[in-house]
């Protein structure tokens, strides 16, 4: 099984947990023999998804398609909003009371 990272923050996602999975590939139209390239996945955490979504459209073409099909996605149904709030409650969990982790909050949601 191989590992998947969120493509935004690096956090290691780990089987199993909840992540927005991207597939990406490319085939060739109106050329014989039709190709097909291998399929991509890119992964994001929930705090990402929802962050992206929140934040103003990003530069380039795949990026802005990217962007509103997550979009879609976070405006479409609140669990994906909720998985990020789960996840981020089990940070603060984690480490009570931390400045640093505040500190690093601050600049993860900075975007
Ligand atoms: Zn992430």
Known sequence: MENLYC??????LEAGQKS????MFAQTV??????????????FCPQCSV???MGPPPE???NIAAWKMIRDLVGSDPALNQAAWE?????????????????????????
Do not use: W
């Not at 493509?7 to 290691?12: S, T």
């Not at 927005?20 to 597939?23: I, L, T």
């Open 87 to 111: 996840t981020l409650r089990g940070i603060v969990g984690l480490l009570p009371g931390s400045e640093d982790y505040n500190a690093q909050a601050g600049a993860y949601l900075e975007f």
């Open 7 to 12: 493509l935004r923050c690096n956090r290691e």
């Open 20 to 23: 927005v999975a991207v597939y």
């Open 60 to 62: 380039g073409a795949l």
């Open 51 to 53: 962050s992206l979504a």
């Open 30 to 43: 109106g050329i014989r023999p039709r190709q097909k390239s291998t399929a991509q996945r890119i992964c």
